[in-house]
């Protein structure tokens, strides 16, 4: 258990609504991730972090932002909700020592956009 | 480009051996990984190889050979409860890059 809690764990959302996803964890961890799985992609990268205020994109990014103002938390989020991303999205967040870092998961968030 | 290919299906009876194979071409190369996913639930860490030769852990072996962009897991001794998706993934050179995954082959075990 890598200490990492995701929330809300379900949600459903209008089209065009606005939509937050958050990630927690207790652990001090440096790198932080958002994926996105949806059957047939895998897990496809949306954002990562790597320390407060330090974020970038990744292979899925459009139509997603992310915030980290705090070690501990890293939040995703829709500004616009479309369809396309009904998905589950998973936070993970890299532990152990450098080029070894091994990447842990939170429990996951599923989303339904109507 | 970047690809990382695995069979999308396997099944397996209770007892026996199986192999999930996985074959990569990434830029860049700092380790395999492997994951298993139960049906709802979060994807948990199993094994990684970051040099060429095999890891043994338990029931579950994993095996790399860089110049051939291969690895594979090998699972013994199948039981009911390891039902469930294999993901492989590869990590690039950059300290804590995400990992860049092959979309999983789900293992169905009968009895």
């Known amino acids: 258990d890598a200490g990492i809690t995701q929330s809300p764990r379900h949600k459903v959302t209008e089209t065009g609504t606005p939509v937050t996803l958050r990630c927690h964890q207790t652990e001090n961890h440096r790198y932080m991730y958002w994926y996105r799985q949806d059957p047939g992609h895998g897990l496809r990268l949306i954002h990562y972090s790597y320390g407060v205020k330090d974020t970038d994109k990744g292979e899925v990014s459009d139509g997603y932002s992310v915030s980290r103002s705090k070690t501990e938390d890293f939040l995703l989020t829709l500004e616009s909700a479309t369809s396309s991303q009904t998905s589950v999205y998973f936070c993970?967040?890299?532990?152990?020592?450098?080029?070894?870092?091994?990447?842990?998961f939170g429990p996951g968030t599923r989303l339904t956009v109507l | 480009g970047q690809n990382i290919d695995q069979p999308t299906e396997m099944t397996a009876t209770e007892g026996a051996i199986v192999q999930i194979n996985c074959t990569y071409q990434t830029s860049g190369f700092n380790g395999l990984f492997w994951y298993q996913q139960h049906a709802g639930e979060a994807p948990t860490f199993l094994s990684y190889?970051?040099?060429?030769g095999l890891e043994e852990k338990g029931r579950f072996s994993s095996f790399l050979s860089r110049s051939k962009g291969y690895s594979y897991l090998l699972l013994k001794e199948l039981q009911m409860k390891d039902s469930a998706s294999y993901l492989c993934?590869?990590?690039?050179?950059?300290?804590?890059?995400?990992?860049?995954f092959g979309k999983g082959t789900t293992l169905s075990v009968s009895s």
């Open positions: 993970a967040i890299a532990a152990g020592q450098g080029r070894t870092d091994t990447q842990y």
């Open positions: 190889n970051v040099l060429d």
């Open positions: 993934a590869v990590k690039s050179l950059r300290e804590g890059t995400a990992l860049i």
